[in-house]
């Protein structure tokens, strides 16, 4: 079938869409070549997938069925390890400058500021807790990456209607501008949103719950005197026993979120008057009713919904394909980058015959329980955000109540955000006797910190896309030729990283080194003379030992590879 | 079982609660039973003792 995507420019205030071309690929003139990796979808998560890929040095073909990136600013906030993942793809620069950092809110209760939360950040952190950013810049920052990669064949106008697979390949039905054509793939990836087709082709249902609130966003221009941060507002005048959020975002827009009285449907809630009258309301509420006008609107529900499994076969779902989050807590996106940066590593690792047919369920349980984790804490911020019952709302209201005159329920305002993840169970771990040994650090499965070094540079500038053992001592630290000669032999690449202790010198044998000036990094790591770390591509520690072993680190690498040796 | 207090405190206990509910009002009396069950809930700071609360207040409503 032809496939006809919208060619005119969605419209908008604020962002100047382009339109991209179609170019008919080598399979419309009769080409049959197998790629190595299929995705479906160029939303956050299935170009960043790509990227991931193509550092690791897989070829992909990415499939969007539009020709131009989303309409509306969509997933708006990205979190301090979003940034981190985005560093280490070598793309973070625009989003640093196009974005507004921030790293605290306010929530009000009749009028009064009741609660002030601000999220951690250290002296030193390079990204701040978050980003606010359209989705719009997100996309294009990504897709203009992918249009340079010469290991991405971005195919704009080519939307997926079918899927199959065997033992051998996985083959997609792509309908374009031009005709048909049938892209043949080694493994796919569905990154293809919240409405996901792969999923319905598959028949594959999910798990969890939708909760029943329903919820406007409005992107209005507005030049407000105000900061960036979460400005909350519980049970307003004008939306009695609701809520607005207020957010800034880059170019003057703002969004207002809001949640509508329950007897209302959607069409009503986007009646233009109606509508017009709420943002007025809401920005009396914030004190500076000034001129403004809409970009975009649309209604919304939250849902915390996951497939069981995200491997089938040759296909593995990401993003929201695989699963939908509640926006409070900002976990759409920052999800979907943390599924593709567990991903792209072990596709491109079995691909390369690095990795055992395991590594790819790997990333099925790992991804699974963290989202399940995540729509376990994220129920809780939404139950209050929208109370699913008459209980639950006397509940929020009697805690509301309070805050006006007591503080013991203040923290129930605590707004929680995507964080990352501890991959504590994964079967990609090793050693837990020689883990539980330390006193301090980052445990296995956990995210090495991005510390900032003496000379400016920061730990994760220092690791590549490939494993690392991050060492600590000197060059006459006892054990560390062995260790260093078990890694020279490794089949999977590893890198060896010293942090040498202050004031000694340069060593030999190693593939990088940095000096840990007044042993900040030793201290943070828990680490003696002779200590290492194994770290996943992915910067997820995996094994460490005070005292390593040659044959513990062999051994280790095999089972974060779930390869036999 | 819910312990046994001495009748007198139990009936000062009760007129309080009466005029409490009867000040907030039939408009406001589920929300300040509320705030005062979660009071008491941080009070207590028992969700144990909480749950057999819960469920003997449940029981034959
Ligand atoms: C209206 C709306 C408002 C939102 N607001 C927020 C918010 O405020 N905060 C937040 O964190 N998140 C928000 N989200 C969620 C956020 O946008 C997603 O979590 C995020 O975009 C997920 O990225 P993704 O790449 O997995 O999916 P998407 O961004 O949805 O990308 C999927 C891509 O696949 C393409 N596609 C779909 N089917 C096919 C096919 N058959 N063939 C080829 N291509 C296909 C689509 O065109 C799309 O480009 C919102 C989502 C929506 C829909």
Redo the contacts with the bound molecule.
């Keep these: 079938m032809v496939h006809c995507p919208d060619t005119s420019p969605r419209p908008s205030t604020f962002y100047d869409y382009r339109v991209h071309p179609f170019r008919a690929p080598d399979e419309l003139r009769g080409g049959a070549e197998r790629h190595s990796v299929a995705i479906?979808?160029?939303?956050?998560?299935?170009l960043l997938t790509a990227i991931g890929l193509a550092q690791h040095g897989v070829h992909s073909v990415v499939?969007?069925?539009?020709v131009q990136v989303?309409h509306?600013s969509?997933?708006?906030?990205l979190v301090r390890r979003s940034m981190e993942i985005l560093q280490r793809r070598g793309v973070v620069d625009p989003f640093a400058g196009k974005g507004l950092p921030w790293s605290g809110g306010r929530s009000f209760y009749r009028g009064q500021e009741v609660y002030r939360m601000t999220m951690p950040h250290e002296e030193g952190q390079r990204h701040p807790p978050a980003t606010n950013v359209q989705?719009q810049y997100i996309e294009e920052f990504l897709s203009d990456v992918a249009e340079r990669e010469p290991l991405i064949d971005l195919r704009w106008g080519?939307?997926?209607?079918s899927f199959e697979q065997d033992g051998e390949e996985a083959r997609l039905g792509v309908d374009t501008p031009e005709g048909a054509y049938m892209l043949r793939a080694s493994y796919a990836v569905a990154?293809?949103?919240?409405r996901?087709?792969l999923r319905r082709m598959l028949g594959l249902r999910m798990e969890g719950r939708a909760y029943s609130g329903r919820f406007v966003?409005a992107d209005i221009r507005i030049d407000l005197p105000l900061p960036t941060e979460r400005l909350c507002y519980f049970d307003p005048d004008w939306n009695p026993g609701n809520n607005v959020l207020v957010h800034r975002m880059p170019d003057s827009l703002w969004r207002i979120d809001f949640r509508l009285p329950d007897d209302e449907t959607p069409e009503q809630a986007l009646e233009p008057e109606l509508l017009r009258q709420r943002i007025e309301l809401t920005l009396r509420m914030v004190g500076h009713p000034l001129p403004w006008t809409l970009d975009w609107a649309?209604v919304?529900s939250a849902s915390a919904l996951t497939l069981p499994r995200y491997v089938h076969g040759r296909l593995a779902f990401?993003?929201?394909?695989a699963h939908l989050l509640p926006?409070f807590g900002?976990?759409?996106?920052?999800t979907?980058i943390q599924d593709s940066d567990n991903l792209a590593w072990k596709l491109a690792y079995v691909l390369r015959g690095l990795g055992g047919p395991g590594l790819l369920e790997s990333y099925s349980d790992e991804r699974v329980e963290a989202v399940r984790e995540i729509c376990e804490e994220a129920g809780k911020s939404t139950r209050f955000m929208t109370p699913p019952s008459r209980g639950y709302r006397l509940m929020r209201d009697a805690a509301l109540s309070f805050t006006l005159s007591e503080a013991f329920t203040k923290d129930l305002l605590h707004w929680r955000t995507a964080r990352p993840h501890d991959y504590r169970t994964s079967l990609l771990n090793s050693d837990p006797a020689a883990d539980a040994a330390f006193t301090s650090g980052p445990r296995f499965g956990a995210p090495v910190p991005d510390i900032r070094l003496a000379d400016g540079s920061h730990l994760l500038d220092h690791l590549g896309p490939d494993f690392h053992l991050i060492c600590f001592g000197d060059g006459d630290t006892q054990g560390m030729g062995d260790l260093l000669k078990a890694a020279r032999r490794s089949r999977i690449p590893l890198r060896v990283l010293l942090l040498r202790r202050e004031g000694t010198p340069p060593a030999t044998g190693y593939d990088a080194q940095v000096e840990d000036t007044g042993s900040n990094v030793a201290d943070r790591f828990g680490a003696l003379p002779g200590t290492a770390y194994l770290v996943r591509p992915d910067g997820h520690v995996c094994a460490r030992w005070l005292r390593p072993e040659p044959a513990a680190l062999k051994q280790a690498l095999a089972v974060a590879c779930a390869a036999q040796e | 079982m819910i312990p046994q207090i001495p009748v007198t405190t139990l009936e000062a206990a009760s007129d309080l609660l009466a005029e409490a509910i009867d000040s907030a009002g039939p408009e406001k009396e589920a929300l300040f039973l509320a705030k005062l069950a979660l009071a008491l809930a941080a009070h207590l700071d028992d969700n144990a003792v909480l749950g057999t609360a819960v469920a003997a207040a449940l029981a034959d409503l």
Excluded at chain 1, 74 to 77: G, K, L, N, T
Excluded at chain 1, 318 to 321: I, L, N, Q
Aim: aromatic share 2%; no cysteine.
């Design positions: 479906v979808g160029a939303g956050p998560t299935g499939l969007a069925q539009d989303s509306g969509r997933a708006a906030v989705q080519s939307r997926v209607t990154a293809d949103g919240g996901s087709d966003i649309t919304y990401v993003g929201d394909a926006i900002v976990r759409g996106a920052n979907g």
